[in-house]
Nanobody, 128 residues
Framework: QVQLVESGGGLVQAGGSLRLSCAAS????????MAWFRQAPGKEREFLAA????????DYADSVKGRFTISRDNAENTVNLQMNSLKPEDTAVYYC?????????????????????WGQGTQVTVSS
């Protein structure tokens, strides 16, 4: 059974940092492009960042470029999202997603709607 489990969310003041982790079981992150999304109340799900299965490519939304960094730890079978300089508008539920194995989703953002695996999400709240 495949599971993606996000952790690391919480309450932080504006300007602070959080590190989210997505632990995978039942699949190997090193063979899949991995991504982070978020969804705020009343808003559509928003793409944030992705890393290719080869780890040679990354893709960031303009809203987080320069503040968020996606990385993978193949030994731990996890994907992380380091979030710095957080703003109140970053408040949302954050989700990780895994692509189809060995299919390039990187920089083909519409494909992520077809990602076969999603986590349950972790809440991030940034206070002003």
């Amino acid at each position: 059974q495949v599971q993606l489990v996000e952790s690391g969310g919480g309450l932080v003041q504006a300007g602070g940092s959080l590190r989210l982790s997505c632990a995978a079981s039942g699949l190997t992150v090193s063979t899949r492009d991995m991504a982070w999304f978020r969804q705020a109340p009343g808003k559509e799900r928003e793409f944030l960042a992705a890393v290719s299965w080869s780890a040679r490519s990354t893709d960031y939304a303009d809203s987080v470029k320069g503040r968020f960094t996606i990385s993978r730890d193949n030994a731990e079978n996890t994907v992380n999202l380091q979030m710095n300089s957080l703003k109140p508008e970053d408040t949302a539920v954050y989700y990780c997603a895994a692509s189809t194995e060995y299919i390039d989703f990187i920089k083909r953002r519409p494909l992520w709607t077809r990602a076969p695996y999603w986590g349950q999400g972790t809440q991030v709240t940034v206070s002003s």
